[in-house]
Every structure is written in structure tokens, then in C-alpha cells.
């Protein structure tokens, strides 16, 4: 049977979500959105295993996690490493899991250097701009795969 697990990866900084610039990043913790996300997954039939990290080598060693296990999708939020991991960029086309970026701002209306998005490049699509509903929204998409 396919499985119904989606990876929900975030990189970093976004521990520091609920306290971390709030009027970009909004007042809810990683923690309120992982609740929100796995009440909505299941909602949708689906289910979630969501993580954090601040260390690049653990989120590309998820991503090759999600293609071993057979995980249906990954919805990646992979903070500033968007801008930088050309690593995460390989992983991500390394596997045959659908990878969706999601961000809580949109990075193209903010900084020249957050208009690069190495991730954006190697994903299946991306969601930007909706703040914590991004996740749900990509929970969204990956129902109607
Ligand atoms: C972010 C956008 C990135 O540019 C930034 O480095 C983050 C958060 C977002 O969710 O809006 O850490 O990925």
C-alpha cells in the first residue's frame, strides 16, 4: 500500500519561530504548526513525521531517509539554506520522493540575496507567502497527487 506519511522538514532558525522576528515570521512556535499541520493531515487522510534541524547533513540525510522509507511526499522548509545548499539541491533531484518548498514569507519580496532559491530549482513546486498556512496548503497539494 502507498504510504500516506509526509516528511515536514525545517531548517534553521525556524526553532526560534513564536520569538524570531515576528512581524515576518508571525507568533506561532514550530511547535503550534506542527500541531496545525498534523491536525489537518489527518483531515486529509494523511499523517506527519515533521523535524528540525540547524544542521544541513541532517536535513539531506532525511530527504534520502524519505526515499528509503517510501514517504509520499516532503514538504521542505529549508530556511537559509534555500539560498546557499546547492547539497540540498542534490538531494532533492537525488530522489524520486516530491519534494515541495515552503516558506513562510515570500523570499521575493524581501532581500536580493533571498531571491536565489537552489531548493526552488531541484523542488516539485513551491508555496511562499502565506505564512504557518503554507504547510497546510502543501498538505493540500499532496492530497490531490
Ligand atoms: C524562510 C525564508 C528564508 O529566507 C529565511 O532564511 C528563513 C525562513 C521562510 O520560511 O520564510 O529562515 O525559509
Do not use: C
Request: zero cysteines; a negative charge.
Amino acid at each position: 500500500m502507498a504510504s500516506n506519511l509526509v516528511y515536514v522538514l525545517n531548517g534553521p532558525n525556524l526553532n526560534l519561530l513564536g520569538t524570531r522576528e515576528p512581524e515576518i515570521y508571525g507568533s506561532q512556535t514550530l511547535d503550534d504548526i506542527g500541531e496545525m499541520t498534523a491536525a489537518h493531515a489527518e483531515t486529509l487522510g494523511l499523517a506527519i513525521d515533521m523535524r528540525q534541524s540547524n544542521h544541513e547533513g541532517h536535513l539531506i540525510d532525511w530527504l534520502h531517509e524519505a526515499q528509503a522509507e517510501g514517504i509520499k511526499a516532503v514538504l521542505l522548509n529549508a530556511g537559509a539554506y534555500t539560498h546557499t545548499s546547492i547539497a540540498l539541491h542534490d538531494a532533492i533531484k537525488g530522489i524520486k520522493v516530491p519534494v515541495i518548498e515552503i516558506h513562510l514569507s515570500n523570499p521575493h519580496n524581501r532581500e536580493e540575496f533571498r531571491h536565489i532559491s537552489w531548493i526552488g530549482k531541484a523542488a516539485k513546486a513551491t508555496i511562499a507567502g502565506f505564512g504557518a498556512k503554507g504547510y497546510l496548503l502543501g498538505l493540500d497539494a499532496v492530497s490531490r497527487f
